[in-house]
């Protein structure tokens, strides 16, 4: 099913018109660069109210009506109680690697088909629980950092070392959560949190601008998830609002200043690997007992400049919503046997 589905996506890539000659003898830069918890809703005021590069990335890109992140719970822990991800969060696991599930450390990731292509890439994030994800080239974490510090990481190793692949991870807006009403009022703390992170996006941007990459750059910007309905700065899964992240793509090819209807955080992965120009991740290793082993993304062809707006998408993480009347319960087991029960049924 899962092969089906990235064929079908390189087969509706094949009325796409060659890239320009300039373009294609620059090698192209990703940068999906998320701002913790940010929701579309706040993320269109900032916008309408100084967040320039915000505004720009919405209006001359993709933006996703209907975004999902897969479970939003503090960490994947596993049936028998193992958590094999640490207290990492499915949904960075899943931008990473194209899975909706994650029995074991034992998956193929996008950092891997970047190495096996020989490109550089570089994780930096502000919280600790990011350490895992020991497969970019070079990875930076600390609770401790600052949005412009994780930012420097993506800059120093754009420019001295050639980085192509550079996922940033913005962690202070937390710091200034207090409630979804303030989330939208332009003179709140939180509303200038997003204006210091999209500062931070305006330096990523001129670094590539001086480096002469920024024409085939492509831009995934959003959310690792929601948030709460109340002042409280988690993402409890019973809540809706906790699996409604921001999300918006932008880059040489892609729609400009449209929209397309649904995406979930796992097509993020399938999507940079295609954009550099490289293998897809490949799933799980032989020795982990899942099926299927490939990503169970789906690949968003509905991007690209002459496509339509809307592609069958299976919408996996929206239908376990709707069979939990919204409010699915915290612990990952549930997310976790509803996905295999739908992406891996048993046989006939």
């Not at 799933?283 to 339509?308: I, K, Q």
């Amino acid at each position: 099913m899962q092969l089906v589905k990235w064929a079908l996506g390189i087969s509706l890539l094949g009325w796409l018109p060659a890239a320009p000659a300039a373009l294609a003898a620059t090698p192209p830069t990703v940068v999906v660069f998320m701002i913790d918890g940010l929701q579309p809703e706040p993320a269109r005021v900032a916008a309408a109210n100084g967040a320039a590069n915000l505004k720009f990335l919405i209006d001359n890109g993709v933006w996703v009506d209907e975004a999902y992140c897969t479970s939003p719970a503090p960490f994947p822990r596993m049936p028998d109680g193992s958590l094999p991800w640490g207290d990492t969060t499915s949904s960075n696991i899943a931008m990473h690697t194209g899975t909706h599930v994650f029995e074991s450390r034992q998956l193929d990731d996008v950092f891997l088909s970047a190495a096996r292509a020989g490109i550089k890439s570089v994780f930096a994030g502000g919280a600790d629980n990011y350490r895992v994800f020991t497969t970019a080239t070079f990875l930076h974490v600390s609770q401790g950092f600052s949005d412009a510090q994780v930012v420097d990481f993506g800059i120093q190793h754009l420019t001295r070392d050639g980085a192509r692949l550079i996922r940033l991870h913005l962690q202070r807006i937390r710091d200034a959560w207090s409630g979804p009403a303030a989330a939208r009022r332009r003179d709140s703390a939180y509303q200038r949190a997003i204006l210091n992170a999209d500062r931070q996006l305006g330096r990523l941007i001129a670094a590539l601008k001086a480096q002469g990459l920024w024409g085939n750059t492509y831009v995934v910007a959003g959310a690792d998830h929601g948030m709460n309905s109340s002042s409280s700065s988690d993402h409890p899964p019973r809540v809706r609002s906790s699996w409604t992240p921001f999300m918006v793509f932008y880059g040489p090819g892609l729609k400009k200043g449209a929209t397309i209807p649904y995406a979930e955080t796992p097509d993020i992965a399938l999507m940079a690997a295609h954009f550099l120009g490289v293998e897809r991740p490949r799933g799980y290793a032989e020795s982990v007992p899942v099926r299927p082993r490939t990503p169970t993304a789906t690949f968003l062809a509905n991007l690209f400049e002459g496509a339509p707006q809307a592609i069958p998408h299976p919408r996996f993480i929206r239908r376990y919503l709707e069979a939990r009347n919204g409010a699915p319960p915290d612990p990952y087991t549930d997310y976790r046997a509803y996905m295999l029960s739908v992406i891996a049924p048993p046989p006939d």
